[in-house]
């Protein structure tokens, strides 16, 4: 399921990446930022590391815990129960870290924000679709995740890149399958 799921997301960025070429507009400028030195990847990386320690340790965990908000058995099943799983899981999150980060905020978030006149809809919208397609681990997952596709809107807005983003979101997403695979043994 887990390179099904890489093939579907590479597909997307394909698409966009085509439609980008299109209208001569690069990839790079949609990620947009740069690391020309050194301590502009650790600028991000810092920032990636506070955004997932503030926002998602402490902002969406206690939103979890008052809405009452647990994986469901279905997701408790993806999660990585041997070597191969994780190293498969560790590759699935680097391909979400860049693709979620390329299709929601850097292709929608743009779209919806040009459709409707307004950089903070675009942001909200796009969280909107980026919690519908969590919808796999119920409602109110699908919230919390929602808002979490919102705060990482708000990211990328304020820093003008994806880079962020995205190096929270491989994060993220590495820890929480490395701690589940530990966590169920």
């Given at each position: 399921?887990?390179?099904?799921?890489?093939?579907?997301?590479?597909a997307?960025?394909?698409f966009?990446?085509y439609?980008?070429?299109?209208?001569s507009?690069?990839?790079?400028?949609?990620?947009?930022?740069?690391?020309?030195?050194?301590?502009?990847?650790?600028?991000d990386?810092?920032i990636?590391?506070?955004?997932?320690?503030?926002?998602?340790?402490?902002v969406?965990?206690?939103?979890g815990?008052?809405?009452?908000?647990a994986?469901?058995?279905?997701?408790?099943?993806?999660?990585?129960?041997?070597?191969?799983?994780?190293?498969?899981w560790?590759?699935?999150s680097?391909?979400?870290?860049f693709c979620?980060?390329v299709?929601?905020?850097?292709?929608l978030?743009?779209?919806f924000?040009?459709?409707?006149?307004?950089?903070?809809a675009?942001?909200?919208?796009?969280?909107?679709?980026?919690?519908?397609?969590?919808?796999?681990?119920?409602?109110?997952?699908?919230?919390?995740?929602?808002?979490?596709?919102?705060?990482?809107?708000?990211?990328a807005?304020?820093?003008?890149?994806?880079?962020?983003?995205?190096?929270?979101?491989?994060?993220?997403?590495?820890a929480?399958?490395?701690l589940?695979?530990?966590?169920?043994?």
């Amino acid at each position: 399921m887990y390179v099904l799921v890489m093939i579907m997301e590479w597909a997307v960025v394909a698409f966009i990446w085509y439609g980008l070429h299109r209208r001569s507009v690069r990839m790079t400028d949609l990620i947009s930022g740069g690391w020309r030195r050194p301590v502009h990847f650790l600028r991000d990386l810092g920032i990636a590391v506070g955004f997932i320690l503030i926002f998602g340790g402490g902002v969406l965990q206690g939103l979890g815990y008052l809405l009452k908000a647990a994986p469901p058995q279905a997701m408790r099943a993806m999660m990585p129960h041997s070597r191969a799983d994780l190293i498969l899981w560790v590759m699935l999150s680097l391909t979400a870290g860049f693709c979620e980060e390329v299709i929601h905020r850097g292709y929608l978030q743009r779209q919806f924000a040009a459709l409707t006149n307004s950089g903070a809809a675009g942001i909200v919208l796009q969280g909107i679709v980026f919690g519908l397609g969590h919808g796999y681990q119920g409602r109110k997952l699908m919230l919390i995740i929602a808002i979490y596709g919102i705060l990482f809107g708000c990211l990328a807005h304020w820093r003008r890149s994806l880079r962020p983003g995205m190096i929270a979101h491989c994060l993220q997403d590495t820890a929480g399958g490395i701690l589940a695979r530990y966590l169920m043994r």
